[in-house]
């Protein structure tokens, strides 16, 4: 089996504001239960917006199912026919790729709890802990570089105060086919210029909710 090579990793990551559309078709999976939004540029949801789910003509009541606002789905209680035409009014980020970007580096984790008790006899394995499994977190970084046709402003200065968060897509093999996804929220920018290198930006990214890992466009 051979190596992937780093070079083929890519960055994608959402515009600020929101598009808000509606009639957004959408596509329920065999057996009735998940539905997606069929063009995938569309999948990023503002968690922060209004949203509705019709089928055919009939709102559907949002107690009848859950989103998935980072990749643009949802999951109905019960199943449904799957020979309804179904849509959804949501407002979506668009993404596009991060320019410069040379590096980056995911890492999550798991809060781990020590449960470790007393045995009830002398033949108990209290000489090993043990431990369940918490809460999960994960940290983005990223390495960039600045262009000399950079114009505008660098990618992070205005996004540290805005409250809604940024949707984020790694790619380890350069597709769209395989990729983390999560919002994440700016916890630094570190600039750093030296006269024998290139100006360098180091960006550490707090992944906010649930990462995903997608196999599927």
Known sequence: MAAIHGSLGRVLITAAAPT???NIAADLAAGGLNLTITQATRRHWDRNSSMAVY??????LSSDYSVDWVRGR???STAR??????TVDASWYPTSCLGMTRSWVLDASVD????????CSTSGDQGWRTFTAGLAEGTIKLGRIMA???SSAPAFVDQQAVSSPLYVELMPNGTAADKYECYARIEGDAWQTAVDGAITEDVTLKVDG??????AT
Request: aromatic letters at 14%; proline letters at 0%.
């Open 20 to 22: 808000s559309t509606t």
């Open 55 to 60: 089928g055919g003509t009939t709102k559907i």
């Open 74 to 76: 949802v999951t109905f």
């Open 81 to 86: 026919s799957t020979a309804v035409v179904y």
């Open 112 to 119: 781990m709890a020590d449960t470790t008790v007393f045995a």
């Open 148 to 150: 000399t046709s950079q």
């Open 210 to 215: 649930q990462l995903y890992w997608t196999t």
